[in-house]
Each structure stands twice: as structure tokens, then as C-alpha cells.
């Protein structure tokens, strides 16, 4: 089965980008840009095969899948990252993640169901754990740099951050144990709708296959984020960009573009609980299981380990995107206008980040 036609032909970026590292390596800009379109149809593909090897498995184990690989292609290229030493890119990538889920694509799934339904409703209760779980999850990542500004550096930090990251990863546990065992039933419309998608998108893949293509798509998005990352310097140079803005925007967005797409057509379609669960869900996936799991591989990849300690500005932006995110999406009912608010909200937090100079 292929790709939405808008996702597929974007596969002749992949060579692309290869051919020009190998062949022009001098041409950073064009290999950066060429890299970070080519991350989005390999992103797509990961996740079609991971909603298939989700399908043949038992609830719990699908809920592992996909919180493993919902964010894999950002994973990877953060993973890269950090061994090119590029830390504040990785720890920019993480925040952009955040907000980026909440606000760019709850807001534009707000706004393309809201521009075909009148009004739209999704599980309250559901949305309401998640918000506050976003909420935890945000004072896990905030309180750090608060230490900074309030101690100063130190040695400390970095245990801090270690210790935290510990806390969050079993905070995570706890939420799969609440959400797929003991209170799914607060979720079973966003699981119902996710299998619904499988069958009717994509039909049946063989376990072979859907093995395969995870990990054709999982190695090639290796490859790709190693050009990525070569070349995201002297092309954020060339862009004027910092590499907070590159880590806060282009990182997050393109990392992940295909899961952003999804939500929005199931909110077209009018499964607000599914998309509602892919734009919240993956933020937390994001707070509470991708950034302490960067923190501990710094350890092993990273000229240095890397900490939890954000700028101020990230620091501002998650808590008023969470903060927007929890008026917005606490009453279980969605209309166009909440999406705009959602999308200006984001817009403006861009600007800043982008005129924000090197700290």
C-alpha cells in the first residue's frame, strides 16, 4: 500500500540528499534542506509500520510500540545530534516538540475539522488526563532551569537531571499502566479509531512486511539525520537562524511532519478523540519519555551529557502553550476558532525564537 500521492514522491529527496553529501559537501544549505524533506515520507512509512506490527499485538505491547516509535525519526536525528555535540539543538528540538504538537498541530487539526464541522466533540475526560499529565510533565522541565537561575551552574545539575529523567521515564510507565490497563476505557475511542485507520488507509500487512519496512525506514532515517545534522550549522548560518530556532522549529517539525498530517485528516473525518490523542499524546511521549531517554544516552554518545536546564525563553513558551492548550481543550468540544487562536499562539512564539539571539 502507498502513501497519501503529497507524502510519496517526496522519496526522491532520500537520494537527494545521500548523492549530495557524497558528491557536493561543500553545499550545506542545499543538502539541508534536501535532508530535511527527505525525513518526512521516511517518517510516514515508520509510522504506517508501526501502526501494523501495533495491530497484531495485544493492547499493552501496541501502546509500547507506539510510544517507541511514534517519535522515532526525531529520536534519531537528536541521537545524531548529540554526538556531533549539538546539545542545545536536541534540548531546542525537545521543547519544539512540545509546543509544537499542542499548539501547531492541535490548532490546524482544530481548524480543518472546525472549517467541515460546525462543532466537534472528543472524550473530555480523556483530554483532561492528558492535559494534566502535559502539566507534570512540563514541571519535570522547567524545574531545572529554575535551579539554574536560582543556584546557579553547578555540578548538581547535571545529577538533577539524571534523577528527573529517571522520575519522568517511570511517570511514563505509570501513564501506559493508566491509559492501557487499569482506565483504557477513557481512551477506547481513540483506540477503536487508530485500528479503524489501519484497516481502511492501508489495509492488512504481513508481519514480515511491516518488520521490514521499520527497519528500511528506521535505517534510512539514520543515514539521512547523519547528513541532517552535518550540515545544520553552516546552513543555520546562512539562514540567520540560531540553533535554538533550528532546534525549536525545523528539527521538531520536520521530525514529525507525517504524525502532524494524520491528526489533522482524522479531524477532518471528524475522530477528534484520535486527534486529540496524536498532537497530546505525543507531546507527553516527548516530555516524559524522549527527553530523559536523550539525557541518559548523552552519557554513552555525547562528547558531554547533556542536561534538562532550557533557556528562559523554552521555558516561557511550554508553560504558555500548555497553559493556552488546557483552556482550549478542557471542554471536550473543538470549533475553527480555537484552532486559529492555537496556530496564532505558535506563530508568535516562532517570531520570537527566530529574532531571539544566540544566548
Not at 476558532?337 to 508568535?348: D, P
Request: net charge negative.
Amino acid at each position: 500500500m502507498k502513501l497519501r500521492p503529497s507524502l510519496d514522491w517526496l522519496l526522491v529527496f532520500v537520494p537527494g540528499a545521500i548523492l549530495l553529501d557524497f558528491l557536493a559537501p561543500e553545499r550545506h544549505t542545499l543538502i539541508f534542506v534536501a535532508a530535511c524533506v527527505a525525513v518526512v515520507p521516511l517518517a510516514g512509512w515508520l509510522g504506517k509500520a508501526t501502526e501494523h506490527l501495533a495491530e497484531r499485538t495485544t493492547d499493552g505491547i501496541g501502546g509500547l510500540l507506539n510510544a517507541t516509535f511514534g517519535n522515532a525519526a526525531e529520536l534519531i536525528i537528536a541521537l545524531f545530534a548529540l554526538r556531533s555535540g549539538l546539545t542545545e539543538v536536541v534540548k531546542a528540538s525537545i521543547t519544539g516538540s512540545i509546543i509544537g504538537n499542542i499548539l501547531l498541530v492541535l490548532g490546524a487539526a482544530f481548524l480543518a475539522g472546525g472549517v467541515r464541522h460546525k462543532e466537534q466533540d472528543f472524550n473530555v475526560a480523556g483530554a483532561r488526563v492528558q492535559a494534566t499529565m502535559l502539566t507534570l510533565a512540563s514541571i519535570g522541565l522547567i524545574m531545572p532551569a529554575v535551579f539554574h537561575h536560582l543556584v546557579g551552574a553547578s555540578r548538581a545539575e547535571r545529577t538533577l537531571s539524571l534523577e528527573l529523567s529517571g522520575v519522568l521515564i517511570v511517570t511514563y510507565g505509570l501513564l501506559l499502566v493508566f491509559s492501557l490497563h487499569t482506565h483504557k476505557q477513557l481512551f477506547i475511542g481513540t483506540a477503536a479509531a487508530a485500528a479503524r485507520v489501519v484497516d481502511e488507509r492501508h489495509g492488512s500487512w504481513s508481519l514480515r512486511r511491516a518488520l521490514g519496512t521499520l527497519i528500511a525506514a528506521a535505517a534510512l532515517i539514520g543515514w539521512v539525520s547523519e547528513v541532517l545534522v552535518g550540515s545544520v550549522e553552516a546552513a543555520a548560518e546562512t539562514f540567520g537562524m540560531t540553533e535554538v530556532f533550528v532546534g525549536v522549529i525545523v528539527v521538531a517539525v520536520v521530525g514529525n511532519a507525517a504524525e502532524h498530517s494524520t491528526a489533522i485528516l482524522m479531524a477532518w473525518r471528524n475522530r477528534m478523540d484520535l486527534a486529540v490523542g496524536i498532537a497530546v499524546g505525543s507531546s507527553i511521549q516527548i516530555a516524559l519519555f524522549v527527553a530523559p531517554l536523550l539525557v541518559f544516552a548523552s552519557y554513552l554518545l555525547g562528547p558531554s551529557p547533556m542536561d534538562l536546564v532550557f533557556t528562559p525563553a523554552e521555558v516561557v513558551a511550554v508553560g504558555l502553550a500548555i497553559l493556552i492548550t488546557g483552556q482550549i481543550a478542557g471542554d471536550g468540544r473543538s470549533n475553527w476558532l480555537e484552532g486559529a487562536q492555537l496556530l496564532v499562539v505558535y506563530s508568535i512564539l516562532a517570531l520570537v525564537f527566530y529574532f531571539l539571539p544566540a544566548a
